[in-house]
């Protein structure tokens, strides 16, 4: 087995935001922590999530309402802020697209754990959907990713569409 060779620091203080109570989730959860605790310098704190928010952060998976979901979810990052962590991580892709506005509202940054792993292992990359979701402007959003858009034929009538569906709208 290859092992992983870090070559930075990543100084954090993170609670791990998981989902369990299932099988498949409890050993995602299990694999995704044994990566997190070996990165040199991070500290993992647990702050679990509510059940109710079910399987993941999606809104199609939480057995609450749209109302209650989001009291739940601003609770859950409140009591991370409370643990002392500067850093909120989350296991699951959904998550961390539902999760990532909250750094406007709270004192930390909220992160996929594979962009912490990544981080130690001297890769970074930017969380575009982040980027775009704190942008929470359509234009702005537009103007940065045209390239893109016009590389893959999306007329700017068609991304605007989705840039105010996904970036602006919807926010938990």
Known sequence: MERLHFTREVRAKAVFHSHT??????????????????VPGLEV???????????TCSPQAWQVTWEEGKRLMATHIQRAVDAGA??????????????????EEYPLKV????????RALGSEHEDRFKKYRLLGNVEATLKDASPCMQA???SDREACAVIQKNF?????
């Open 21 to 38: 109570g299932r099988p498949q989730t409890d050993k995602e959860a299990r694999c995704a922590l044994k990566l997190l605790t070996a």
């Open 45 to 55: 704190v647990g702050v679990e999530a509510d059940a109710r928010l079910g399987y």
């Open 86 to 103: 500067d850093t909120f991580t989350t296991l699951y892709h959904p998550c961390q697209r539902v999760l990532c506005h909250y750094e």
């Open 111 to 118: 992160e996929h754990y594979l962009t912490l792993v990544g």
């Open 152 to 154: 893959n034929g999306v």
């Open 168 to 172: 602006v709208e919807g926010r938990v």
